[in-house]
């Protein structure tokens, strides 16, 4: 019987100690930094992809160049 109730009372702690964080995914504030953290994230995507479009363009002009230098020969 003991056990029991002292599941029950785990259980009805554990529920009452993460009932704030569920409260707070409706909330504004965490809204807005949900919000402010996807709009870094995307930046970050972006710029990673920039670097890696940066990095293949010199590549490709290089071989046009090699391809260009081997067809007037």
Same mark, same amino acid.
Do not use: C, Y
């Given at each position: 019987?003991?056990?029991?109730?002292?599941?029950?009372?785990?259980?009805?702690?554990?529920?009452?100690?993460?009932?704030?964080? *569920?409260? =707070?995914?409706? /909330?504004? +504030?965490?809204? !807005?930094?949900?919000?402010?953290?996807?709009? @870094?994230?995307?930046?970050?995507?972006? *710029?990673? =992809?920039?670097? /890696?479009? +940066?990095?293949? !363009?010199?590549?490709?002009?290089?071989?046009? @160049?090699?391809?260009?230098?081997?067809?007037?020969?």
């Amino acid at each position: 019987m003991s056990n029991s109730m002292g599941i029950a009372s785990v259980f009805v702690l554990s529920s009452l100690l993460l009932s704030p964080l *569920a409260m =707070a995914e409706e /909330s504004q +504030a965490f809204v !807005a930094r949900n919000a402010e953290l996807a709009a @870094v994230h995307q930046e970050a995507r972006e *710029a990673v =992809a920039n670097q /890696s479009d +940066a990095v293949k !363009a010199p590549e490709q002009t290089v071989s046009k @160049v090699s391809i260009d230098t081997n067809a007037d020969s």
